[in-house]
């Protein structure tokens, strides 16, 4: 079991939008750590979507946003379409562990 | 723009060692602190060390601690990763990556696996 807990897979129709939450603690996200956000797609390697809670580097659509509050980060994916199928994982750091932690992934679905 | 490869990756008995490597390009990579990423079908994925700019700072996970060593050559554009005393756990696909609170960027990754 991971430290940061993700629903195994979120389901939407193209053109809908979906959530995917990443749930922590105090020792991680609730102590003000920051949240990344990756996506990888299968037999390759992730690649960064967000970081530092909201941030896009360049080139990834402003269809994708993240947002952080308390011991949760959440991240939304608008206007879906059917190239965003794809596994997404966040990552944050734990103070307890002395180490960057990851979420164990979400399987995002367009139906 | 930003390139890592990894190479080394291979098939090696339980108590065995292996050197992974990656070169980097597309950016000035004695700036950068680098790090190694593994990942697994069963446990995900896990930050098993970085380094820093200039080598003088380096973290392991608690699962590699004593086992694996994390070294540069800013003058070649490499990051390694010397492992040893390998364990089935771990077998999985290991990452070279830019960056140490965040992985700016990643390598294609190379395949280790520890069987007998």
């Known amino acids: 079991q991971s430290v940061l807990t993700q629903p195994p897979s979120v389901f939407g129709a193209p053109g809908q939008s979906v959530t995917i939450s990443c749930t922590g603690s105090?020792?991680?996200?609730?102590?003000?750590?920051?949240v990344h956000w990756y996506q990888q797609f299968p037999g390759t390697a992730p690649k960064l979507l967000i970081h530092?809670?909201?941030n896009r580097p360049s080139g990834v659509p402003d269809r994708f946003s993240g947002s952080k509050s308390g011991t949760s980060a959440s991240l939304a994916i608008t206007g879906l379409q059917a190239e965003d199928e794809a596994d997404y994982y966040c990552?944050?750091?734990?103070?307890?562990?002395?180490?960057?932690?990851f979420g164990g992934g979400t399987k995002v679905t367009v139906l | 723009q930003v390139q890592l490869v990894e190479s080394g990756g291979d098939l090696v008995k339980p108590g065995g060692s292996l050197r992974l490597s990656c070169a980097a390009s597309?950016?000035?990579?004695?700036?950068?602190?680098m790090s190694w990423i593994r990942q697994t079908p069963g446990k995900g994925l896990e930050w098993v060390s970085y380094?820093?700019?200039?080598?003088?700072?380096?973290y392991y996970a608690d699962s590699v601690k004593g086992r694996f060593t994390i070294s540069r050559d800013n003058a070649k554009n490499s990051l390694y990763l010397q492992m040893s005393s390998l364990r089935a756990e771990d077998t999985a696909v290991y990452y070279c990556?830019?960056?140490?609170?965040?992985?700016?960027?990643w390598g294609q990754g190379t395949l280790v696996t520890v069987s007998s």
């Open positions: 105090s020792s991680n996200i609730g102590a003000g750590y920051d």
């Open positions: 990556a830019r960056g140490y609170k965040f992985a700016f960027a």
């Open positions: 530092g809670n909201s």
């Open positions: 380094i820093s700019s200039s080598g003088s700072t380096i």
């Open positions: 990552q944050s750091y734990d103070m307890s562990l002395y180490g960057a932690v």
């Open positions: 597309g950016f000035t990579f004695s700036d950068f602190y």
